[in-house]
């Protein structure tokens, strides 16, 4: 069983030694040489997402990858996600095309509606057409992404005429995810286009998931599109033994989730939610490299995974923390989740 394995980051703002949060700009600046270490180590894949709030330091997620691919000549380079819904299709298709030809080809694209509603203010957007926003802007995207002259027309942009789409992806057409959190209609929505399918699995089992990963590729095959990979996105974090990795983690992610939750009312969350969640079956990839890789293998098996990225930045957790994870997710992680799927 033939699998890709990537990282995730939202870009979390990290502390330093004293447990102060680092500037925003040198959080950006560690997030380069972490895509430049994970390159060293042999990992597929690094994407890096976009929100517009002080807890996350990447609004510009192409800027930061064309930062990494300067410094780096083998690994691929994404968002997770990009916020279609708030944005211009056609400037994210020009961006990630630049990405492409300055990186030699390594760009890909992650197009989501994003779990914040942060940036449709911001913009100008309204809430209210939360649904239209992303329905029109992803048949949009699909349209420009063929690189033909496109003519199209919607209520939320003004239409276009025969109007061709610079600059051209060098090789083929621009690798385009549609990232979705569970909901049967955003599969079919991924299906209708033909597009991979990235779940984003933060909670509960991930093999509850199957359902709807079979829903997407019967309705590929009932829309008579060609099979696509499906890929998963889990938060997690690495170190030499699962106790250290569970102690390290456990106070950054209690934070962050204690901040997010208080934003949506959701209670605080428990030790034990956190050691639920951390336990084979559970959704947060926390432990050794034995034991991530044990349970990157199970979910991969259970969903017929080709790609599992880990969100290896967790609220607060320290640079030197992050490094450690990447190095392992590299060098032990990946070779051991290889073994297992080969088995």
Known sequence: MEIELGLDTFGDVTDDAEGRPL????????????????????????AIGEHHRQDFAVSAPEVVLAAIAART???????????????????????????????????????????????????????????????????????????QPVTWQGSTRA???????????????????????????????????????????????????????DLYHRALEQLEQPTQPVGEHSPGHIAETDEQAREELWPHYRTMMARIG?????PPMTRAQFDDAASPTGALFVGSPETVAAKIAYAAKGLGLSRFDLK???????????????????TRVIPRVRELLAD
């Open 312 to 330: 290896y930045g967790n609220g607060g957790l320290s640079h030197d923390k992050l490094m450690k994870s990447i190095e392992l997710y590299g």
């Open 159 to 213: 239409p276009l005429a025969e109007q061709s789409v610079y600059p051209p992806v060098e090789n083929g057409l621009l690798k385009t995810w549609v990232g979705v959190g569970g909901s049967p209609e955003s599969v079919i929505r991924a299906a209708r286009y033909g597009l991979p399918l990235m779940l984003a699995i933060i909670g509960g089992e991930p093999l509850r998931f199957a359902p709807l990963v």
């Open 73 to 147: 000549s083998r690994i691929r380079l994404g968002s997770a996600v990009t916020v279609l819904s708030s944005d211009d299709p056609i400037r994210v298709f020009q961006r990630f095309a630049t990405l492409d030809g300055v990186s030699g080809g390594r760009a890909e694209v992650i197009l989501g509606r994003g779990s914040f509603t942060e940036s449709f203010p911001l913009f100008g957007f309204d809430l209210s057409q939360y649904e239209e926003l992303f329905d029109e802007k992803l048949d949009l995207f699909a349209a420009v992404r063929q690189q």
């Open 23 to 46: 500037p925003h700009a040198q959080v950006l600046r560690n997030i380069v040489d972490q895509g430049v270490l994970a390159d060293q180590v042999g990992i597929d894949f690094i």
């Open 262 to 266: 208080a934003e949506r009312g959701w």
